[in-house]
């Protein structure tokens, strides 16, 4: 592989990575995207559960949906079931093999230039530019600046001596034939997804996706969901179970002289779902902008490369840090506290009152959060679920 100067090394070809890079092309930059997988369009660990507001910021000629949400199903450990619904789809699921590939292959088509099989172990920055260094060859790339959009990556932002993400989950996904159900189901419960839920999500007539969200002995607890969904339904398994980790925190500096952190691999995640796409394509519109005029104004130092984290701190570290004091809330229930707090939901018919709120989106955690801190009615579940 030959060393040659580019303007901008991004680093992973997620969706995030692909899509700085195709805005970054479209403004006359010369990129080069770093991927250590082989090739894209294979089965990735995510649900793939975006706002139709996301699928917009998405930016792709022809989105891979596999189904369309207007409701969904809330089951509590001892089966209570809050059902949200709204009159418009709310979510889509888009197949995330085929969106990284798609993704990839339009910024290729606007001139930017992917490299597989090149996992990048090392960045390393002076005065003039950035040296990338793969795992398995020699050689080196160069470049003005680096992006970094390599997922959860702790690794990767530690070498980089940016601090670290303090916060993650393990995710498990897999493909699951069954007769099926029409909804989105999500799942609570301390035997099935302590502090997080687990979701069956049907994609067609015979296939649906399950997966959860948990801190430890992940593939455990998906055995003991699966279990549960077969005693509804038969149900086999049709792929191997993928994992990934998800960051639940910011990572505390997400820029330095030459070098942006973008996406998961800067925390941009919302803590109470572990979902990032939303949040990733925020924060990479900004970093499009910090990253061109750098460019253009010969200017990459870190003061200059600041704006990126002042704006994308200033549009969503506000709503990431309520949803992070959800979180901590939520994870100190146990099951009988969740079957409770459902119960009474019920009751102080508090998610008809967030469902028929026009003002409240898929992605509005940090809204939905300081809402309901507001409601009288959640202070009427909070005092029951005080009382023994
Ligand atoms: C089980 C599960 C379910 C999820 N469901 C949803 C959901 O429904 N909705 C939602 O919005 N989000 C969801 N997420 C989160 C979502 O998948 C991530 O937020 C999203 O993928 C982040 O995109 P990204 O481009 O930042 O990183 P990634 O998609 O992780 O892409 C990073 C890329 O970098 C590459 N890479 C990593 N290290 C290196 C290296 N050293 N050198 C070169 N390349 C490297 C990787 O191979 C990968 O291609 C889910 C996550 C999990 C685990």
Redesign the pocket.
């Given at each position: 592989m030959k060393s040659s100067m580019q303007d901008v090394l991004v680093?992973?070809?997620?969706?995030?990575?692909s899509y700085t890079a195709k805005q970054l092309a479209k403004k006359g930059l010369k990129v080069t995207v770093?991927?250590?997988?082989p090739q894209l369009g294979g089965p990735?660990?995510?649900?793939?559960?975006?706002s139709l507001n996301?699928a917009r910021l998405l930016n792709v000629e022809s989105l891979p949906v596999m189904n369309w949400y207007k409701n969904a199903s809330l089951f509590s450990p001892s089966g209570y079931k809050l059902d949200m619904s709204r009159n418009e789809t709310q979510a889509v699921t888009v197949n995330?093999g085929l969106l990284?590939k798609l993704m990839a292959e339009e910024a290729a088509q606007h001139g930017v230039d992917y490299k597989y099989n090149?996992?990048?172990?090392e960045v390393n920055i002076d005065n003039e530019g950035v040296k990338v260094r793969l795992q398995n060859s020699a050689n080196s790339l160069k470049g003005k600046m680096a992006i970094v959009?390599?997922?959860?990556?702790p690794t990767?932002s530690q070498n980089l001596a940016l601090g670290r993400v303090s916060d993650f989950a393990v995710?498990?996904?897999a493909v699951v034939e069954t007769s099926n159900h029409e909804n989105l189901e999500v799942y609570f419960g301390n035997k099935i997804a302590p502090g997080f839920f687990a979701w069956y999500q049907p994609l067609d007539a015979n296939t649906s996706l399950a997966?959860l969200?948990t801190r430890k002995r992940t593939l455990h607890y998906f055995k003991e969901f699966l279990k549960i969904l077969s005693k509804r339904n038969t149900l086999r398994l049709a792929s191997k179970p993928l994992f990934?980790?998800?960051s639940l925190n910011v990572l505390p500096r997400s820029y330095d002289e030459r070098l942006l952190i973008?996406?998961?691999?800067a925390g941009q995640?919302k803590p109470l779902?572990?979902?990032?796409?939303?949040y990733?394509l925020r924060a990479a519109r900004i970093a499009v902008d910090t990253t061109s005029k750098a460019v253009n104004n010969n200017d990459f130092s870190a003061a200059s490369l600041a704006d990126y984290q002042n704006r994308w701190h200033k549009e969503m570290l506000g709503s990431i840090r309520l949803s992070r004091f959800a979180r901590s809330l939520f994870e100190r229930y146990n099951d009988t506290k969740i079957d409770r707090a459902f119960l009474s939901i019920e009751r102080a018919g508090l998610v008809n009152t967030l469902s028929d709120d026009p003002g409240l989106g898929f992605d509005d955690h940090g809204k939905v959060v300081s809402k309901v801190l507001k409601m009288p009615s959640f202070y009427r579940v909070l005092l029951q679920l005080l009382v023994p």
């Open positions: 680093i992973g070809s997620g969706p995030v990575g770093l991927e250590k997988r990735v660990c995510c649900a793939g559960i975006i996301c995330r990284d090149c996992k990048v172990n959009a390599a997922g959860c990556n990767l995710g498990v996904q997966g969200l990934r980790c998800v973008l996406g998961d691999s995640v779902t572990g979902g990032g796409l939303y990733g």
